[in-house]
């Protein structure tokens, strides 16, 4: 294997390795009812974003596409706050571990936000027009008959791991 095909390599799966290693350090130092907490949120942020009707109306004034696209992601994000701010009042406490105590939980419950986030960027929100993500991203997480199985995944992993 010469280094060229591992820089390929690294460029073509950047976006999931920065996303399950922030999220992977993140449930080490905050916890795991945090992650939690954020996937939870995300569930119903994706919920209710696919079914905000005044969505439109919005941004229907603005002229450049980054622009609405910024307003998309920025309405989601919001969304998603929120909701993982009711979920941490709504949810037990956390759980009373050390940093790298439960490790190979703390490593699928990265997983399933990695696949989660990962899937509903790719797939609702309009990435794209910031960022170009790749051929293997846009075949894997975006295609729209496989989006439900991406929700299902984290969902089973929360049943086993959380």
């Known amino acids: 294997m010469d ?20 999220s992977l350090i993140w449930v080490i130092f ?7 907490n954020i996937i939870c949120g995300i569930y119903i942020a994706t919920l209710l974003f696919a ?3 005044f969505l439109n109306t919005l941004v229907k004034e ?3 596409p980054l622009i609405i696209a910024g307003v998309k992601i920025g309405i989601f994000v919001i969304m998603t706050i929120l909701l ?7 949810m037990p406490r956390e759980y009373d571990e050390n940093k790298f105590e439960g490790f190979g939980k ?34 894997t997480f975006a295609d729209k008959d ?3 199985w991406w929700l299902v995944i984290p969902l089973s992993i929360l049943f086993f791991a959380g």
Request: aromatic share 16%; glycine share 2%; proline share 3%.
């Open 3 to 22: 280094v060229t095909t591992i820089i390929h390599f690294v460029v073509e799966f950047a976006y999931i390795i920065g996303v399950f290693s922030v």
């Open 30 to 36: 905050i916890g795991r009812q945090s992650l939690i």
């Open 51 to 53: 079914n905000f009707s």
């Open 62 to 64: 603005l002229q450049k």
């Open 84 to 90: 993982t701010i009711i979920f941490k009042k709504l």
């Open 106 to 139: 703390k490593i699928l419950l990265s997983l399933a936000f990695t696949i989660i986030f990962t899937a509903v960027s790719l797939t609702i929100l309009p990435v794209s027009d910031f960022a170009n993500p790749s051929t293997f991203l846009l075949e």
């Open 146 to 148: 496989l989006f439900f």
